[in-house]
Nanobody
Framework: QVQLVESGGGLVQPGGSLRLSCAAS????????MGWFRQAPGKEREFVVH????????NYAGFLKGRFTASRDNAKNMMYLQMNSLKPEDTAVYYC???????????????????WGQGTQVTVSS
């Protein structure tokens, strides 16, 4: 069982940066592939990035074009999303999630994620 809590969202101007954090509970955090997703108003939740259980395999959504960087610290039960060069279209609720099965292959599919945080709002506006 994994419980997740996101933080770090807020209001930022276009071109600015934010760092999201995801705090996980449970001694087995290090065995779960993790991901970040986002959901904009009126749109479906979409994949942003996934990161393998050991943090070595990271796969980003194509639209990011190098603006975001994901990482995890298994010793601290934490995952992070550094977001740079933010655009108004990045405005969304950002969710961290853990896949249903430990040590599974990282996935871009929502259905593979069984544990979700409550989300943190990111608003990019001048």
């Amino acid at each position: 069982q994994v419980q997740l809590v996101e933080s770090g969202g807020g209001l930022v101007q276009p071109g600015g940066s934010l760092r999201l954090s995801c705090a996980a509970s449970g001694r087995t955090f290090s065995s779960y592939p993790m991901g970040w997703f986002r959901q904009a108003p009126g749109k479906e939740r979409e994949f942003v990035v996934h990161i393998s259980s050991n943090g070595l395999n990271i796969n980003y959504a194509g639209f990011l074009k190098g603006r975001f960087t994901a990482s995890r610290d298994n010793a601290k039960n934490m995952m992070y999303l550094q977001m740079n060069s933010l655009k108004p279209e990045d405005t969304a609720v950002y969710y961290c999630a853990a896949q249903q099965s430990p040590y599974s292959r990282p996935s871009t599919e929502l259905g593979q994620y069984g544990y979700w945080g409550q989300g943190t709002q990111v608003t990019v506006s001048s």
